[in-house]
């Protein structure tokens, strides 16, 4: 809703955010080749699934509309679900840790509850007989039931010790107290706290490296990919709209937002109002934008990408990720030939880009409500919206928002909500429709539309004015009957 101040639009995302996964999360990357004016790009895809390990099971909710969305563009469901790489956030790995130091290990699937129950009493029947340093080996176990098996035996029978082959085997082998003692202390052991916690935090890892490079965070309409990232990768999302704001910052210093850069670049160069990113960056690359400009940065896919050199894969993470990087470049570049009347000299700098883009730098876009943009790095600029107008409806009773914005909505688009039982105020982003709502109901049978003033409508002015008028009466009255003259017998 145009109504829509920050506050409330975050903690509206913030419910959409715990709801749902990420199913896929695409990284580009690029440096510039030696003596060579070019940025060789790495684009990188990665398919995700949550950690399921120990007591960790998440519930995430499917959108029908969404899989048949990304069924159409060829999203790999088997590769999300079967060959997902985990993540967590810190309170969940907190969560894990105490498990692992405490021994309170559990496992929540029950699948692999079946698979460990299988291969306990495997181990059992041959445990009986077995002699010191004999081995057998359990086979079959995927994913995280290589560690939870293991954790499982160790924990259960103080005689074993257990050891993965790879290839989905685990080698189960009979020793001595004293000598599972010693194997327990060594720096081999791959059961260790901190490997298991390293292969549970999976991309996790991943998102903390770009934590601590400090570089900057490029996307395309970012916000929710910024709550995502936060939610899913490093802490819940937090109640207080500023206090998630302030982690992002602290996260990554420098964001930039493309949509926001591009909305500018509108208004200062001849370029067509398209937001789908595939459609922006197709017109960067028209050559009709910037005919044979040699200092125009070239963008290479490296080797082991070529596949989006050849192919568009629009909606897929990591081409969109390419995308991306590759409207930052060119969209940077048209801001610094605009920006000087010199020529641009033949190899621009990257920082002579983030020197030209400095007033976007942590603007992130914000989708039709009170601001423009959020800033990560300050105060929220307010958005210079159209005049309110205020709808009092006479003679139509039951009228409800939805059908006021039925019946503006053949002529222009406006959202609404309700002021009083007869009143309702419209909002739009754009001033002709408030202009073309002004003048075709200026004689409306049941509806009289005119400007918002506050003083005027607003019902706490209005209440307050009420208030006052029957104070000041009941002053007026006491003024009048304590000064009449008394009558004496």
């Known amino acids: 809703s145009l109504f829509d101040s920050p506050e409330e639009r975050y903690l509206k995302a913030r419910q959409s955010v715990q709801r749902f996964t990420v199913t896929q999360l695409g990284k580009c990357c690029s440096d510039t080749e030696d003596n060579l004016p070019r940025y060789v790009v790495?684009?990188?895809?990665?398919?995700?699934?949550?950690?399921?390990?120990?007591?960790?099971?998440?519930?995430?909710t499917l959108s029908a509309s969404s899989i048949?969305?990304?069924?159409?563009?060829?999203?790999?469901?088997?590769?999300?679900?079967?060959?997902?790489?985990?993540?967590?956030?810190?309170?969940?790995?907190?969560?894990l840790?105490?498990?692992?130091?405490?021994?309170?290990?559990?496992?929540?699937?029950?699948?692999?509850?079946?698979?460990?129950?299988?291969?306990?009493?495997?181990?059992?029947?041959?445990?009986?007989?077995?002699?010191?340093?004999?081995?057998?080996?359990?086979?079959?176990?995927?994913?995280?039931?290589?560690?939870?098996?293991?954790?499982?035996?160790?924990?259960?029978?103080?005689?074993?010790?257990t050891q993965p082959l790879g290839d989905k085997k685990v080698m189960v082998k009979k020793v001595s107290p004293?000598?599972?003692?010693?194997?327990?202390?060594?720096?081999?052991?791959?059961?260790?706290?901190?490997?298991?916690?390293?292969?549970?935090?999976?991309f996790t890892n991943v998102f903390q490296t770009l934590v601590e490079a400090k570089k900057p965070l490029v996307g395309h309409n970012m916000l929710m990919d910024l709550m995502h990232l936060h939610d899913k990768f490093y802490k819940?999302?937090?109640?207080?709209?500023?206090?998630?704001?302030?982690?992002?910052h602290n996260l990554f210093p420098v964001l930039i937002d493309t949509k926001t850069v591009t909305k500018s670049i509108w208004k200062k160069c001849p370029f067509p109002r398209v937001s789908n990113l595939l459609e922006v960056y197709a017109v960067l690359c028209s050559s009709n934008l910037n005919p044979k400009d040699p200092t125009c940065?070239?963008?290479?896919?490296?080797?082991?990408?070529?596949?989006?050199?050849?192919k568009k894969c629009p909606h897929e993470a990591g081409y969109d990720a390419f995308l991306c990087g590759s409207v930052l470049l060119k969209s940077a570049h048209l801001l610094l030939c605009r920006s000087t009347d010199d020529a641009v000299e033949a190899d621009p700098s990257f920082s002579q880009y983030l020197t030209v883009l400095a007033e976007y730098l942590n603007?992130?876009?914000?989708?039709?409500?009170?601001?423009?943009?959020?800033?990560?790095?300050?105060?929220?600029?307010?958005?210079?919206?159209?005049?309110?107008l205020v709808v009092h409806v006479r003679g139509w009773p039951g009228l409800n928002e939805r059908q006021i914005y039925q019946e503006f909505k053949a002529l222009c688009r406006f959202d609404v909500r309700r002021l009083s039982k007869n009143q309702f105020i419209l909002l739009s982003n754009k001033f002709k429709h408030v202009r073309c709502v002004l003048r075709d109901y200026?004689?409306?049978?049941?509806?009289?539309?005119?400007?918002?003033?506050?003083?005027?409508?607003?019902?706490?002015?209005?209440?307050?004015?009420?208030v006052s008028g029957i104070v000041a009466l009941w002053s007026l009255l006491a003024f009048v009957l304590g000064g009449a003259p008394c009558c004496s017998f």
């Not at 692992?100 to 445990?127: N, P, Q, Y």
């Not at 004293?178 to 390293?198: A, F, M, T, W």
Request: charge should be negative; aromatic fraction near 12%.
């Open 42 to 60: 790495h684009s990188y895809n990665f398919f995700l699934f949550p950690s399921t390990l120990g007591v960790t099971d998440v519930e995430f």
């Open 68 to 95: 048949q969305f990304l069924s159409r563009y060829g999203f790999d469901y088997n590769k999300f679900l079967k060959d997902g790489i985990p993540y967590m956030n810190e309170a969940q790995e907190k969560i």
């Open 363 to 388: 603007k992130v876009n914000f989708i039709r409500g009170g601001v423009s943009s959020i800033n990560f790095s300050g105060e929220d600029a307010p958005c210079q919206h159209p005049p309110l």
């Open 97 to 161: 840790s105490q498990q692992l130091l405490g021994g309170s290990w559990k496992v929540s699937s029950a699948l692999d509850r079946d698979v460990l129950k299988k291969a306990i009493d495997e181990v059992t029947c041959w445990i009986a007989a077995a002699e010191e340093e004999e081995t057998m080996i359990l086979q079959d176990l995927s994913g995280y039931q290589m560690f939870e098996v293991q954790l499982v035996l160790r924990q259960a029978l103080q005689n074993v010790w």
């Open 297 to 310: 940065p070239v963008i290479a896919l490296a080797s082991d990408c070529s596949r989006y050199a050849e």
């Open 178 to 202: 004293q000598h599972r003692q010693l194997l327990e202390n060594s720096p081999y052991d791959c059961c260790q706290k901190e490997l298991i916690l390293l292969s549970a935090r999976g």
């Open 442 to 466: 200026k004689h409306h049978p049941h509806l009289r539309v005119s400007v918002y003033r506050h003083w005027r409508h607003s019902p706490c002015v209005n209440c307050l004015l009420q």
């Open 236 to 248: 819940p999302l937090p109640e207080s709209y500023e206090e998630f704001k302030r982690n992002i």
